[in-house]
Structure formats: C-alpha cells, structure tokens
C-alpha cells in the first residue's frame, strides 16, 4: 500500500522527504492502475491515495500519462541470464518473469495498458520504449546465441524474440489460462524448435 506522505517526520532520517513522495506517487498509481483500470485512474486520485497534494504530482508529470509509465516501469522486466546455452537462459528468463507475474501487479496492469494503449497513440510513444527495454535482456540473449552459432546469422531477431514470449501472451491476457512453472520448458523447446527450423532468407530450399 503507499505510505502517506503527509506529517511524516520519518522522512528526514532516512530518504530525503521528496524521494519519499515519489516513490508514495509511484506506488499508488499502480494500486490505482489495478484496483480501477487506466481509464478511471485520475491525478487527484493518486494524489489521495499517495498523501500529497495535486501540485506534487503535477511539479514532476505534467498529465497522468507519463506518471502511469514511469509506474509501470517499477514493475519487474526480464532479468539478463547468460548461462552460455540459448535454452537454458530462455527457461531462466521466462521462469522468473512468471513468478513477478504472479506476485506484483504486473498481470493487471499491463492488459490494461495496452488495451488503452490501441486507441491513445500519446500513451503508445511513451509506453513503447519503456516495453523494448523491458526486453532488452532477451533479445541480447538471442544476439549471444547468434555470436555462439546457435541460430542463424541472418535471424529476424525481433520476430524471434515475439516467437518466444507469444505463447505466454496469449495463454495469460487473451485466455486467461495460468501458467505453471513445469511448462516454460516445452514452450522455450518449441519455440526454438520452430526458430531454428526455418527456412533460408532467400527461400531457397
């Protein structure tokens, strides 16, 4: 739950007392974001819930839309893994990205970020270089594998890498299905599968 702010004496002895409204900003925009979606999701709401004034807010976002992205970025990304085996870090990565899943607010959140995200083309510039670095770690897991011989110089990484996270999309925002643990393996497997069976660039074969 976010701290209130307000007549917190304890500030001054640890954080400064405007880092702590910061963070009390950030952690109630994302109870908001989950309790009430991006839509209904206000400034004077966040200020509330936060135990600051409107002005605070406004002195360091100018509307919600970046408060809501930089929200969104406290939440937990691919963590880099590089064990030396393109299998055994994609096993890592999706193992421990399915635990923050399930453990923050992230499953709640990011649906309701990118279905507002499809007719807000100003959250969409925003949101949209936060989510590439968000996958940073797994992209320079597949340019390793490349560099090692595992796949193919000339793979369309990014296709690659929506190969990888796709059935996990689909299983958890468009079925709504959980995930266990016990199936990141033969997802990563058939993912790879697929990946390194395909056809040469130039369609030869």
Not at 44 to 63: F, L, M, N
Not at 174 to 202: E, H, S
Request: charged share 25%; glycine share 10%.
């Amino acid at each position: 739950m976010a701290t209130d702010v307000r007549g917190n004496g304890a500030a001054g002895a640890g954080r400064p007392r405007s880092e702590v409204a910061h963070q009390a900003i950030l952690d109630a925009t994302l109870e908001l974001l989950t309790e009430l979606g991006f839509s209904a999701l206000t400034v004077e709401g966040v200020a509330q819930r936060a135990g600051v004034g409107k002005a605070t807010i406004y002195r360091r976002w100018p509307s919600k839309l970046p408060l809501v992205v930089e929200a969104f970025g406290e939440l937990p990304a691919f963590e880099d893994v590089d064990t030396g085996s393109l299998d055994r870090d994609l096993k890592a990565m999706l193992t421990q990205y399915l635990k923050s899943f399930l453990s923050t607010p992230l499953a709640t959140v990011y649906p309701s970020l990118a279905a507002e995200r499809r007719h807000n083309p100003e959250l969409g510039e925003l949101l949209d270089p936060l989510l590439q670095s968000r996958r940073r770690p797994l992209d320079a897991a597949l340019r390793r594998a490349v560099a090692r011989g595992e796949l193919a110089a000339d793979l369309d990484l990014e296709l690659a890498s929506d190969l990888i996270v796709g059935p996990v999309a689909v299983r958890l925002f468009f079925r709504g299905t959980q995930i266990k643990p016990d199936m990141v393996g033969p997802m990563v497997d058939m993912a790879l599968d697929g990946i390194r069976r395909r056809a040469p660039a130039n369609g030869g074969g």
